[in-house]
């Protein structure tokens, strides 16, 4: 029989993403606190919820798309949140970016209230979510993840158990690691060749059949040299996210020095009325810094 599944948060990404469970034929239940949103996607075929308790009541399956870590707490944990209205057996997926600490609280409430609970952080941004090739990094029990494993197939591509409950987000903080550090290295490889006379498009082009060569560059580089800043993912989400490693650092009493500049980068772009932009914005800090544009010298 097919489950029945609650979605709440249908933004930037989980709008798509309910979109794709409903395609699939799967019966969902939605909310979302932008009412517009919400009534998309019943007009789309799925069913209203009134509050996450609502949604709970009448889903054997409710994922999560939040913005932070406050949000899930309050949206599961809180008052009228999801595990009030859980049933024993039903199983939380949350698939928003919060602390480690948070998934682990999540998945107990879930276990005291005899049900599972996953924790499943996703990458690739509004692209992935459209085109359902999302990356999804998943924390808890196999069993809940064999469970779950159908939903995540009409989700994303790349979809791995890493571990138990906390694990998946752990592994999404590596992630933003790597790509805030990464758009951060590009912007200063970039600016090096623009501010020495060298075409960044060539330098790009060049660097992209050696070892440099990444995905960040081909994509992000390109939207540097072009100055195309629509927000694929919002450089002030992936601020948050790098908050996120940083607290989790500060709890394992770590010190990533490379993660804090990114981070200082981050809060001087959104101080400078870039946070609705997307994160290879990043390179304008650096340009501010040399006084000097990439797009200067790319022919």
Do not use: C, W
């Amino acid at each position: 029989m097919t489950e029945q599944i609650g979605f709440i948060g249908l933004g930037i990404m989980g709008k798509p993403m309910a979109q794709h469970l409903l395609n699939a034929g799967y019966p969902l239940t939605v909310l979302d606190v932008v009412k517009s949103a919400q009534e998309q996607a019943v007009a789309a075929g799925a069913m209203a919820g009134t509050s996450p308790k609502s949604v709970a009541e009448q889903s054997d399956v409710v994922i999560t798309m939040l913005p932070d870590s406050p949000d899930v707490e309050q949206v599961i944990l809180g008052r009228e949140g999801v595990i009030e209205g859980l049933r024993a057996g039903a199983l939380v997926i949350d698939m928003s970016t919060v602390l480690p600490s948070t998934a682990r609280k999540v998945a107990q409430a879930a276990r005291d209230k005899g049900a599972d609970a996953l924790d499943a952080p996703v990458s690739g941004g509004q692209v992935g979510a459209v085109n359902a090739t999302l990356t999804i990094m998943v924390g808890g029990a196999q069993t809940a993840f064999e469970r779950a494993k159908p939903l995540f197939d009409k989700m994303g591509k790349n979809i791995t158990l890493v571990g138990d409950a906390g694990a998946g987000q752990i592994t999404k903080a590596a992630n933003q690691i790597i790509v805030g550090v990464t758009i951060a290295a590009v912007s200063e490889a970039l600016l090096l060749a623009a501010k020495a006379g060298v075409d960044p498009v060539k330098v790009r082009e060049a660097l992209m059949g050696g070892f440099a060569s990444s995905r960040i560059l081909e994509l992000h580089g390109n939207r540097m040299i072009q100055r195309t800043f629509a927000p694929g993912f919002k450089i002030k989400l992936h601020r948050k996210d790098m908050n996120l490693v940083l607290n989790t650092a500060r709890e394992l009493g770590l010190s990533l020095p490379m993660s804090a500049q990114v981070a200082e980068l981050m809060n001087g772009l959104i101080a400078n009325d870039g946070a609705e932009l997307d994160h290879s914005a990043l390179v304008t800090m650096f340009e501010k810094l040399a006084n000097f544009e990439i797009g200067a010298t790319a022919k």
